[in-house]
């Protein structure tokens, strides 16, 4: 049985793996041109990855890996982040919390690390033979009770068994299968960008610790990766249909009464970094047919809530493993993806859910809900804060216990 799978990223490639893991063939097409993060620098060489940024990484996708085998990869690429810095736009400290916490709420089982190491990490896993092909989307799906056939931008026709959709956010298979993203779309109210800094007196000054200078209505992360080389994460509210045209002139605007190192990072900014919207994405259905989405393509949390990655990286295995009892027919297939939606959505919803609840919280919009999220973070190692935070670090259980890969 085969599969056509669109989206190179995290969802694509664990379900790749955990296709390959239950018989079956896959191509994967991803429309950027090289592989994430495949450049040569010296901050490549040093398993940085441009183009990325921060995540924890815990809960089921941290299962999901150790039942891959490759949890020691994993832990190879976390940062070690010692701490979290909160900061006035003068540089002065506001308040900090230890990683020992977060540590311990996740039960050590925590990785703080570069999304682009994640995808490294998964695309080794599927080694050189595999049928990955970049600079490629989709033009065209038709199915059929037999099959499901993928026209791809190049001109090249794909007959399948099934079609997985792994494109993210702005997906385009769910786009011309499932309708335009405006039906699905949840907008949070913020925009967020990410880049990558050389500057060496700047990466001594943050150490091991992520730097957050805030104002109200904005926010932006410092941390270091290498001996030279940083990285920037920021997040400012913004209304709805106010994407810019020009990302770094609108964030050298949006942040230009931040002091500290910010000006002189915005100055660094790239002429096209990461710059998007936060959002949600819900799709009542993540299936028609022999067409299934996985990932942020219908199951985006945002980063309010945390955990996206992690949750991709779990849902393919469900996925995998319940297409891996399934015949080539319509009717199995369609079982197979129904049980698959079941397991993993309701859990999808709850972590949504948290994030609705915690945006105003991320970015305070207000000095009075600054001074309040100091004070919660100053409480941060107590057993208190464990309890508050559990329901956001909970791990839930997506897949049966189960034999390493």
Not at 373 to 383: D, G, N, V
Request: glycine share 12%.
């Amino acid at each position: 049985m085969r599969a056509v799978i669109v989206g190179g990223g995290i969802a694509g490639l664990a379900t790749a793996w955990w296709l390959r893991r239950a018989g079956w063939e896959s191509t994967v097409v991803e429309h950027h041109r090289t592989p994430h993060g495949v450049v040569d620098t010296d901050a490549a060489a040093e398993g940085v990855i441009p183009g990325g940024y921060v995540i924890d990484f815990f809960g089921p996708g941290y299962d999901s890996i150790e039942a891959m085998g490759l949890r020691d990869r994993l832990r190879s690429h976390d940062l070690r982040l010692e701490g979290i810095q909160y900061r006035a736009t003068n540089g002065r400290r506001t308040a900090r919390m230890g990683t020992d916490a977060t540590q311990r709420m996740g039960g050590g089982r925590l990785v703080s690390m570069l999304r682009g190491n994640l995808e490294l990490i998964l695309r080794e896993a599927l080694g050189p033979g595999a049928d990955v092909r970049h600079g490629l989307s989709v033009a065209r799906v038709e199915q059929d009770p037999d099959g499901v056939t993928v026209e791809l931008t190049d001109g090249t026709v794909e007959r399948a068994d099934l079609l997985v959709g792994a494109d993210g956010v702005h997906s385009r298979v769910r786009e011309l299968v499932f309708g335009p993203e405006e039906r699905y779309r949840r907008y949070l109210g913020a925009h967020t960008a990410a880049f990558l800094f050389e500057d060496p007196e700047v990466v001594r000054a943050v150490g091991r610790e992520l730097h957050m200078v805030e104002a109200p209505r904005v926010q932006a992360g410092v941390y270091g990766l290498t001996g030279t080389t940083g990285a920037t994460f920021l997040c400012h509210l913004s209304p709805e249909g106010s994407m810019p045209s020009d990302p770094r002139a609108r964030l050298r605007e949006v942040y230009a009464g931040m002091g500290w190192y910010l000006p002189r990072l915005l100055e660094a900014c790239p002429p096209k970094p990461f710059y998007d919207e936060v959002e949600q994405i819900e799709v009542p259905t993540w299936s028609r047919s022999r067409v299934v989405l996985v990932g942020d393509a219908c199951q985006a949390v945002s980063l309010m809530a945390g955990q996206g990655a992690s949750m991709a990286v779990a849902a393919a295995e469900v996925l995998g493993r319940e297409l891996g009892g399934a015949g080539p027919s319509e009717a199995e297939i369609g079982a197979a993806l129904s049980r698959y939606e079941g397991r993993v959505k309701p859990v999808i919803e709850t972590k949504q859910a948290a994030g609705r609840r915690l945006a105003r919280w991320f970015v305070p919009a207000s000095a009075t809900r600054m001074l309040v999220r100091r004070q919660l973070l100053r409480l941060a190692s107590t057993p208190l804060a464990d309890r508050v935070a559990r329901p956001f670090l909970a791990s839930p259980k997506l897949t049966p216990e189960r034999e390493r890969a």
